[in-house]
């Protein structure tokens, strides 16, 4: 009776440390972990110890994890949960759902793109600049059209301005976003940036 006890609250202990993991996109389907296929059956499939299957990867449980997977569903609640727990100042824990989210081969596009954003958003908060501006210039490969390419050409240029005083780098990202968004809301901001950055170097040549 002990020993069963024993397991079941260390089962619940390693449940609740995976409270806020991607169980879905941490299982290697050529080596699955046992435990983390327990967790996917026990969250997904209601089963328990005793069940026959528990822990095991196999055809129904494998098909379980593959309709998950294949479930755009699957991707924007884990980005919302990451989001959750950055508001909630919880930075760790939503930059491994994130990476996980990144890195997965079967992440949507749009999902990769926002989250890593927000990625760039959490080294921003930690005081991270470097890692910051490199995050946010990987969305600059996406189409222009982009609205996180747009917000993540700025925060590049502010970065390197306001944090970094790369001066010249930020000149030319602020020159860039008047160039391909020269309508947009953020113009009079990027002006206003420009003419911070004119004085300052003004000031060194001085």
Do not use: H
């Amino acid at each position: 009776m002990f020993s069963f006890i024993f397991i079941l609250f260390i089962t619940i202990a390693f449940s609740n440390s995976l409270a806020n993991k991607p169980i879905e996109l941490m299982i290697d389907p050529n080596s699955p972990d046992i435990d983390l296929v327990k967790v996917f059956q026990s969250k997904y499939m209601s089963m328990e110890n005793g069940d026959v299957g528990y822990g095991s990867f196999g055809p129904k449980t494998t098909k379980f994890w593959q309709d998950i997977c294949n479930d755009y569903k699957t991707y924007e609640t884990l980005y919302e949960k990451s989001l959750k727990l950055k508001n909630d100042k919880k930075l760790k824990e939503s930059n491994m759902i994130l990476d996980y989210l990144i890195n997965f081969d079967k992440t949507p596009k749009n999902v990769i793109i926002k989250s890593k954003f927000l990625r760039a958003q959490i080294f921003y908060d930690l005081s991270y600049y470097v890692q910051a501006v490199n995050y946010f210039k990987l969305i600059l490969k996406e189409d222009v059209s982009s609205d996180y390419r747009k917000k993540a050409l700025f925060m590049t240029a502010y970065i390197y301005n306001n944090n970094l005083n790369m001066y010249t780098d930020a000149i030319n990202y602020y020159k860039t976003f008047l160039n391909e968004y020269k309508n947009d809301e953020l113009i009079s901001s990027v002006e206003y940036e420009l003419d911070q950055i004119n004085s300052i170097v003004a000031k060194i040549k001085d």
